[in-house]
């Protein structure tokens, strides 16, 4: 599948679930305590309209980028155990320009696959040792491709580092605002007045206040559950790259056989 194509359905998909647990939420414990940390007040007229919400959406948005991610991880593991394209064997050498054309020929079929690290490792070692025939070229294109595929790598996470930014400065801005409407509130003039009119005063810079420290709850909460996923879900594609690398490097460079004139 297309990696824009998947990237999109993981999105519609995280939108859907974000929906479908604000609203599990929204029935459960809407309304309560901890329903007004989570999700906001229910009883608000903007609401589910609400910065908790709104910090529920991009955690899920994230996952779904994860998601992502770790299927490409998975099927690049599953890729590299299933390849077959070079020679396994022990003892096996690559003497034949021929045979090295041929595996040359099934990795460029194969190479379609949108995201693929090994069909391109494979691909570009080759067609270097074609060119020149020098080992020692051959190891600079490929240590080439594999810093390349780290950067690559690592700019498919640029939306994930987004999202850990964007989810606790959501958090701090509704910190920010419900101090300042506590704060608002603080009036001596109005604490003048009768005790219901104190209690009901009271009651409102309190529910400012849980709303100020509840979205940095929230947020922080699901920046460090992001978090941890990122560095789980990297870790493993860039153990996949490695593999990759060290695939081509035992099983293709370490068994080409040069010689006369061609040995470098």
């Known amino acids: 599948m297309n990696y824009s194509v998947r990237n999109w359905i993981a999105l519609g998909a995280s939108v859907a679930v974000a929906i479908i647990a604000i609203a599990l939420l929204t029935v459960f414990i809407g309304g309560s305590f901890w329903g007004n940390i989570l999700i906001g007040e229910t009883g608000s007229k903007v609401y589910p309209f609400s910065l908790q919400n709104l910090m529920h959406l991009l955690f899920f948005i994230g996952l779904g980028q994860l998601w992502v991610r770790w299927l490409c991880t998975y099927e690049e593991t599953v890729f590299l155990s299933q390849s077959g394209f070079l020679p396994e064997e022990d003892g096996v050498l690559l003497e034949s320009d021929a045979d090295i054309e041929t595996i040359r020929i099934n990795v460029a079929n194969a190479a379609v696959r949108a995201g693929a690290f090994l069909p391109d490792l494979i691909n570009n070692s080759i067609i270097q040792y074609t060119k020149s025939h020098s080992i020692s070229d051959t ?13 690559r790598l690592d700019l498919n996470y640029s939306i994930i580092r987004y999202l850990v930014w964007a989810i606790p400065t959501f958090g701090f801005m509704g910190t920010v605002i419900g101090i300042a409407n506590a704060l608002g509130r603080m009036d001596i003039n109005k604490f003048m007045g009768a005790t219901t009119e104190k209690v009901m005063i009271f009651k409102e810079i309190t529910a400012d206040l849980g709303f100020a420290f509840g979205t940095t ?24 790259l490695n593999r990759s690398g060290k695939y081509v490097l035992t099983n293709l460079i370490n068994r080409l056989h040069v010689t006369g004139k061609r040995n470098s």
């Open 139 to 151: 190891i600079s294109v490929l240590n080439s491709n594999l810093d390349l595929n780290i950067h």
């Open 217 to 240: 709850i929230v947020a922080l909460a699901l920046s460090a559950i992001l978090v941890f996923l990122w560095n789980v879900v990297q870790r493993g594609e860039e153990n996949a």
